[in-house]
Structures are given as structure tokens and as C-alpha cells.
């Protein structure tokens, strides 16, 4: 039994694998210019083994502007839904997620900060603004949340929207006192947006998302374990009060990661890792991966809506998971009322 579910879910992850890379190469070709399939082909042969007759604008828009557009969606998707599947499983609280537990908000809070008090701001200088706000809202929840959180998983939810209307109430002040134009530009980015994503500019995501996904992997049986509560993990000899906090942390890290480069993008964390579970439960480590190539292909394909739903118009990627995920928190509560 344990072998077959286990063979269900590899197979899963190929099957998983295989479309993300098809709608990679699809997502390519959607956008403003005209661009077929089959010049997306052409062209990325032409990089890789130099054959094919190309343009040079259809390669500038495929090789410089869209496939780094794709993959910083598919690594931001990724990210977000691990944050909020490991926060769900270390707070026990199935409505944890790092947009409504304040930590995104800190993060656009600490970026725009970087952004308004710096004339140029670095590679560095914005990630560093972003993890600093999502660390201050991760320690603000907890405090508000008091000593019996672990018993009260609905006061720290409470906290944490608490704590987000707190730092988006700062980042609206800080827009309206800011410069019209400026405040325009950053008022898009801070709804979410992967206009930005250049080669360059890949590296920290990528690598951010993969090390806290070894990371994660690594504590697997210490973060399952708190899901059977504090005292029976104590008694296995794991450090819950630091776990817990180690974790909070390395999900503060993806969040600022991402929203420094792509802006607050809400909800992905909430919906990825209920779907995951609500599929294959949440015992195994191949459940990380497949929340996380699950949370990459969503994004991936809600950035093809934002690009392409309006003519000569691209929506903000944040708006559109809004939506989504606001339905879905709803439906979720509304499950849950009936089924107290």
C-alpha cells in the first residue's frame, strides 16, 4: 500500500514536471506581440543548437522579456505556496498564509521603504528592506498573539490581519506623501507584477525558493511532528519554541524574497496547500515538492490572464489571485461553520 502511494505520487510528479514545462513554453508565446508556438521553438533552438532563421526582435521578446518573465513567476508561485503550506503545518492553523498572517505586507512595507528613502536602491538593498518588514510582522504577531497561541490558532490569524492592515495602512501613507509618478509605479509593483523580471535579477529567488525547499525538506519529520501537538513533539526531543520560530522565519525569507522582486501577490500560500492536502494529505516529503510545482503553475498561468485578459492592457498579478483566493477563504470558512 505505502509503495503504491508512494509510485501515485512520483508519478504525479512527473506528470506535474512534464506540464510545467509545456505551459512554460506556452506562457511564452502569449503577450502582446505576435509570437507562435513555433517561433518559441525556433527560437530557443537557435539558442541551444543554432539552427533556424530568427528575428531579432521575436528573440529579444522571447529570450529577454518573457521566458524570465515565466520562470520568476513559476519560482514566486513556488515559493508562496511553500510559505504558507509550512506556516499552515508549524501553527497548526489552516488558514495560515503569508499574506494573511501580515508577513507580505511587512515585506511591501520594508521594500517600499528601500524604494522611497533611497535614490538608487541596490540588488541587495531591496530584498534586505523587505525581510526586515516581514520579520518585524512575524515578531508582532507573535507577541499579539500571546503565550497560548499554539491553543488558539484563530488569535493568531486575527493577529496577523491585524498586523497587515497595520503595515498596508504605512505603505498607503507613504505612497500618498511620495511623488505622484513615483507613487504610481510603486503602487503597481506593491499589487504584484513580474513586468521587472530580468536574467539578472533571477538568481536570488531561484536560489532563496530552493534552499529553504532543501531546508524544508531537511525538517520534514521535525515539522510533522508538531502537527500532533507541542507536548508530543517535545517528548521526541524537538525544540518546538525554536522549530517553530526557525521556520517563521525561513518563510519571512521567501516572502521578502519574492515581494522585493514581484510585489505583494496574496492568497497563493492560502489555496496551493489546501488543495495539496485536500488531494494527497501531508505525511510525505514528495507532498513539498508537489505543492511547489502545483504553486508555480498556478502563477504561471495567472500571468498569462494578467497579460492577456485586457487588449494592450496587462493587469496586476495580485489583483487576479485576490479574486481567486478570496472566493476561495469563503468557501473555506463556509466548510468549516458547517462543519462545527
Not at 53 to 58: F, L, V, Y
Not at 66 to 89: C, D, E, N, Y
Amino acid at each position: 500500500m505505502i509503495d503504491a502511494i508512494f509510485s501515485l505520487r512520483f508519478l504525479l510528479l512527473i506528470v506535474l514536471t512534464v506540464i510545467i514545462l509545456l505551459s512554460g513554453l506556452f506562457a511564452t508565446s502569449f503577450g502582446a506581440a505576435n509570437i507562435s508556438m513555433l517561433d518559441v521553438f525556433t527560437v530557443l533552438g537557435h539558442q541551444a543548437f543554432s539552427f533556424g532563421e530568427i528575428t531579432a526582435i521575436k528573440e529579444r521578446i522571447i529570450i529577454e522579456l518573457r521566458l524570465p518573465r515565466v520562470i520568476l513567476a513559476f519560482f514566486a508561485g513556488a515559493g508562496l505556496a511553500l510559505s504558507g503550506s509550512v506556516l499552515q503545518t508549524v501553527t497548526r492553523n489552516p488558514l495560515a498564509d503569508p499574506y494573511l498572517f501580515g508577513i507580505s505586507s511587512g515585506a511591501s512595507f520594508g521594500a517600499v521603504i528601500a524604494i522611497t528613502a533611497f535614490s538608487t536602491v541596490g540588488s541587495f538593498a531591496l530584498p534586505v528592506g523587505a525581510f526586515i518588514g516581514s520579520t518585524i510582522a512575524v515578531l508582532l504577531v507573535l507577541a499579539m498573539a500571546g503565550n497560548r497561541v499554539n491553543q488558539q490558532i484563530e488569535k493568531m490569524l486575527l493577529s496577523g490581519v491585524a498586523v497587515s492592515f497595520m503595515f498596508s495602512a504605512g505603505t498607503s501613507l507613504i505612497l500618498y506623501m511620495g511623488e505622484p509618478q513615483a507613487a504610481a509605479s510603486v503602487l503597481f509593483w506593491t499589487l504584484g507584477s513580474f513586468a521587472r523580471a530580468q536574467w539578472d535579477s533571477l538568481a536570488m529567488p531561484v536560489f532563496t525558493v530552493l534552499g529553504c525547499l532543501v531546508l524544508f525538506i531537511g525538517f520534514k519529520r521535525q515539522i510533522n511532528a508538531v502537527l500532533a501537538g507541542d507536548e508530543s513533539a517535545q517528548t521526541l526531543g524537538i525544540p518546538v519554541a525554536r522549530l517553530r520560530l526557525f521556520m517563521l522565519i525561513l518563510s519571512s525569507l521567501i516572502t521578502a524574497t519574492i515581494v522585493a522582486h514581484c510585489g505583494g501577490i496574496g492568497f497563493v500560500g492560502l489555496m496551493i496547500p489546501h488543495l495539496v492536502r485536500l488531494s494527497l494529505g501531508s505525511s510525505s516529503i514528495g507532498s513539498l515538492w508537489i505543492t511547489a510545482l502545483v504553486g508555480g503553475l498556478f502563477l504561471v498561468w495567472v500571468d498569462v490572464v494578467a497579460r492577456t485578459l485586457l487588449t494592450n492592457q496587462e493587469l496586476p498579478v495580485g489583483v487576479i489571485t485576490s479574486v481567486i483566493g478570496s472566493v476561495f477563504f469563503l468557501v473555506i470558512l463556509t466548510h468549516r461553520k458547517k462543519g462545527s
